[in-house]
Nanobody, 126 residues
Framework: QLELVESGGGSVQAGGSLTLSCAPS????????IGWFRQAPGKEREGVAA?????????KYLGSVKGRFIVSRDAAKNSVTLQMNDLELDDTANYYC??????????????????WGQGTQVTVSP
């Protein structure tokens, strides 16, 4: 059974960087998609980035993180990484990775993803 484990959260000052990692419990390749989502207190969960697991596949970003966040897949480590640069106060949230099994990425809707990790907290301070 597929499970996802996030790591790499923490606290950073505005303008700093953090890297999150999502590790599936089984080798995850082929026609699948991994997405990163975040949820701040009192707000709905929103999609941040998504990447097709197959090489050369689709990558999607939330508009407010384009140019600052980079999502990538490391096949050798069977993981998906979210590199977050130039972090802003509004990036503070609990970050989750999620899997869309058996289909390519089509967007950043939470309803497209069926397997979710437990989340990791990212806190950006002034």
């Amino acid at each position: 059974q597929l499970e996802l484990v996030e790591s790499g959260g923490g606290s950073v000052q505005a303008g700093g960087s953090l890297t999150l990692s999502c590790a599936p419990s089984v080798y995850f390749d082929g026609r699948n998609c991994i997405g990163w989502f975040r949820q701040a207190p009192g707000k709905e969960r929103e999609g941040v980035a998504a990447i097709d697991i197959a090489p050369g596949g689709r990558i999607k970003y939330l508009g407010s993180v384009k140019g600052r966040f980079i999502v990538s897949r490391d096949a050798a480590k069977n993981s998906v990484t979210l590199q977050m640069n130039d972090l802003e106060l509004d990036d503070t949230a609990n970050y989750y990775c999620a899997a869309r099994v058996g289909a390519h990425c089509s967007g950043l809707s939470t309803s497209d993803f069926s397997v979710w990790g437990q989340g990791t907290q990212v806190t950006v301070s002034p």
